[in-house]
């Protein structure tokens, strides 16, 4: 049986995961040199700025599935929802099958403040697939596409009750 490193990993395998790693650490470095300061709204919090990218990707979700997903408490999400819909970062509206459940849903300016987070990191990317040829953008597309895939089975397998990887 072949030595493993401490998370499991053939040393050969822990080397390219290290390599990977250095490698994106040392791409993200180049990409926030180029970026101008951010508009990053002075009242908009990290946990606040995760509800947002949540609601942007699943309209339509309850206060109780964002608290789980963040793992909070349903009373600790409900204010955080508060202050969002304060802001006119979310919209609210009753579930038309059942009118006690409140769905959300970003609101237009809620995508906006993504957007012009995002929007800089995105031309960042840009500059930077712009210089790959087809064949380098198919490999990436496949491996990013690919490690999507994993984080999803890593995701169901931590959401499943009694699974070793929901703790």
């Known amino acids: 049986m072949a030595a493993t490193t401490q998370d499991g990993h053939e040393p050969a395998v822990a080397a390219l995961v290290t390599r990977v790693a250095e490698a994106e650490a040392e791409l993200h470095a180049v990409a926030m040199r180029w970026l101008d300061p951010l508009p990053m709204p002075a009242e908009l919090t990290?946990?606040?700025l995760?509800?947002?990218?949540?609601?942007?990707?699943?309209?339509?979700v309850t206060g109780a599935a964002l608290a789980e997903a963040l793992?909070?408490?349903t009373p600790t999400m409900s204010g955080i929802i508060d202050r969002i819909a304060s802001k006119g970062w979310l919209d609210r509206e009753h579930d038309p099958a059942d009118?006690?459940?409140v769905l959300l849903r970003i609101s237009g300016s809620g995508t906006q403040v993504l957007a012009d987070l995002e929007g800089p990191a995105a031309q960042a990317r840009g500059r930077v697939l712009a210089r790959l040829d087809a064949d380098e953008l198919a490999d990436l597309a496949r491996l990013v596409e690919?490690?999507?895939?994993v984080a999803r089975q890593i995701e169901a397998e931590r959401d499943r009750p009694g699974s070793a990887a929901g703790g």
Do not use: I, K
């Open 146 to 149: 690919r490690m999507r895939d």
């Open 99 to 101: 009118r006690r459940r």
């Open 71 to 73: 793992d909070v408490s």
């Open 46 to 48: 990290l946990r606040q």
């Open 50 to 60: 995760q509800v947002l990218s949540l609601l942007r990707a699943s309209p339509g």
